[in-house]
């Protein structure tokens, strides 16, 4: 599986990215606005437990963002259960030298045609970005995710509490704009 976009490819994480995944991954404003399982420092042994675990997924829900034939960025889906069984959270980062080009908002937008068209049960996708993160924000909006709401203290990160917005689109919107 393999989605050739614009400005990047999506695929699966593979045996042999784990030197660029650290390379990426190994970087404090990086993990900055990441959750806390996202490891800080980033090491080849975090590396190497992600490519085992990661290509085990069918079909895939958790990809690399490939540039120029290298892994320098990860994104996925984290689909809901039980009544939320039609949602799922879409999360992305990418390496700090490739921010800023356009990348992530390809990325998002492929990996939102991949979900609707690969799991028929989604009618929506969402992502929760920190408040104070104006270039994530950006991205779901480059991307068609509409603001939904804002979560007054709804995140802890390095011990202050932090408030998040809350992105989403719906199978019915990605069509209208098709």
Request: charged share 20%.
């Given at each position: 599986m393999r989605i050739s976009l614009e400005r990047c490819v999506l695929r699966p994480w593979r045996e042999g990215d784990q030197e660029s995944l650290v390379?990426?991954?190994?970087?404090?404003?990086?993990?900055?606005?990441?959750?806390?399982?996202?490891?800080?420092?980033?090491?080849?042994?975090?590396?190497?437990?992600?490519?085992?675990?990661?290509?085990?997924?069918?079909?895939?829900?958790?990809?690399?963002?490939?540039?120029?034939?290298?892994?320098?960025?990860?994104?996925?889906?984290?689909?809901?259960?039980?009544?939320?069984?039609?949602?799922?959270?879409?999360?992305?980062?990418?390496?700090?030298?490739?921010?800023?080009r356009g990348i992530a908002t390809c990325a998002l937008r492929g990996i939102t045609q991949y979900a609707f068209q690969e799991f028929s049960v989604l009618n929506r996708l969402f992502a929760y970005v920190d408040a104070n993160h104006p270039a994530s924000i950006r991205v779901l909006q480059k991307a068609g995710y509409r603001l939904e709401g804002k979560l007054l203290g709804g995140a802890i990160k390095r011990g202050e509490i932090v408030d998040q917005f809350l992105y989403a689109t719906t199978r019915g919107e990605l069509l209208k704009g098709l």
């Open positions: 390379r990426q991954a190994d970087n404090p404003r990086v993990a900055q606005h990441l959750r806390d399982r996202f490891p800080q420092p980033y090491t080849l042994a975090d590396a190497n437990a992600w490519i085992a675990r990661a290509p085990a997924e069918s079909p895939a829900m958790n990809l690399a963002i490939e540039v120029e034939e290298q892994a320098v960025g990860g994104i996925g889906l984290m689909p809901g259960s039980d009544i939320h069984r039609v949602s799922a959270e879409v999360g992305y980062w990418l390496g700090e030298q490739f921010w800023g």
